[in-house]
């Protein structure tokens, strides 16, 4: 099993304010997703990075690999109560068909 | 477009009776299947995954097996249940190694 570590675990902020949220791993993947999943619904796709240091946008939220593919970050501009959720990445390593989650990160951000 | 069913939606067993939960994909062929078994509040842990039907790969040792009779279809079983398999199961399907997509999830309750 190839762990990936997610910090903050819990996350509570104003509307308004900006954060990050980290994912960070001893491996190496080919790939890396962030889904973002509501209370008793499955997990959601957000963003695909692919290459290392690549950096993808996706209106308020900017997502970065890590050079050495083994880590990447999320980071959220003005937050709005609609971003509330539990935030979590997913690797895929380099061979296999195994998706690997992260521990997630419950955002709540307070209107 | 792709949809994957999940059912039932919620269940509550009794400690040592069988399991059946089941999942189908339409509107593609040839899927990579998945089932991961999520705590409260936490990340995904990846149960079995099928590249084809009847090949499966066990990822955790559990209480629990998997089958995969048609191509599109996935089923997720026990013979005995303990509390500990209490949890919120997930399928999801893949097309190649970076994007997967969850269905709606089953909150199994054993007593």
């Known amino acids: 099993t190839q762990l990936l570590e997610q910090s903050p675990q819990f996350l509570s902020i104003q509307e308004g304010e900006n954060l990050t949220v980290y994912c960070n791993s001893s491996?190496?993947?080919?790939?890396l997703q962030w889904y973002r999943q509501e209370p008793g619904e499955g997990p959601v796709l957000l963003v695909t990075?692919?290459?290392?240091?690549e950096v993808k946008k996706l209106k308020r939220l900017t997502f970065q690999f890590g050079d050495a593919r083994k880590d990447s970050s999320l980071h959220i501009t003005a937050a709005q109560p609609g971003d509330t959720g539990l935030y979590l990445c997913?690797?895929?390593?380099?061979?296999?068909?195994?998706?690997?989650f992260g521990t997630g990160t419950s955002l709540t951000v307070i209107p | 477009s792709q949809t994957i069913h999940q059912w039932p939606a919620t269940l509550v067993q009794p400690v040592g009776s069988p399991l059946s939960l089941e999942c189908t994909v339409e509107?593609?062929?040839?899927?990579?299947l998945y089932w991961y078994r999520q705590a409260a509040g936490r990340g995904l842990q990846l149960l079995f995954y099928?590249?084809?039907?009847?090949?499966i790969s066990s990822e955790v040792p559990q209480n629990l097996s998997a089958s995969r009779p048609q191509d599109r279809q996935f089923i997720l079983s026990s013979k005995k249940l303990l509390l500990s398999d209490s949890g919120f199961y997930l399928c999801?399907?893949?097309?190649?190694?970076?994007?997967?997509?969850f269905g709606p999830g089953t909150r199994l309750t054993v007593t």
């Open positions: 999801a399907w893949t097309r190649g190694s970076y994007e997967q997509y």
């Open positions: 491996s190496v993947f080919s790939s």
């Open positions: 990075v692919v290459t290392g240091g």
């Open positions: 997913a690797g895929v390593p380099n061979t296999g068909n195994q998706f690997y």
């Open positions: 509107g593609t062929s040839n899927p990579n």
């Open positions: 099928s590249v084809g039907i009847g090949q």
